[in-house]
């Protein structure tokens, strides 16, 4: 059987969270709790490719702020 994360046949969404963080979720399962989607019934190249497009920043949002807090 086929890893349902790993399936390049399969459709996928992208979801992000609360720190903008961003992962490929199979379209079949439920999108867990603190989790949005972003991108719906995507393939799975066309979710890697949003998510390299759109996820330039790896640091969590909280990690970021805290960082422009003690550069001030």
Do not use: C
Not at 9 to 29: C, K, R, T
Not at 44 to 71: C, G, H, Q, Y
Request: charged content about 25%; aromatic content about 12%; proline content about 7%.
């Amino acid at each position: 059987m086929t890893n349902p994360f790993e399936d390049p046949d399969a459709h996928y969404l992208v979801l992000v969270n609360d720190e903008g963080q961003y992962s490929l979720w199979p379209a079949f399962a439920d999108v867990p709790s603190g989790w949005e989607v972003r991108l719906r019934d995507a393939t799975r190249a066309d979710a890697l490719a949003f998510v390299n497009a759109n996820w330039t920043d790896m640091r969590p949002r909280s990690l970021i702020k805290a960082m422009e807090d003690s550069a001030q």
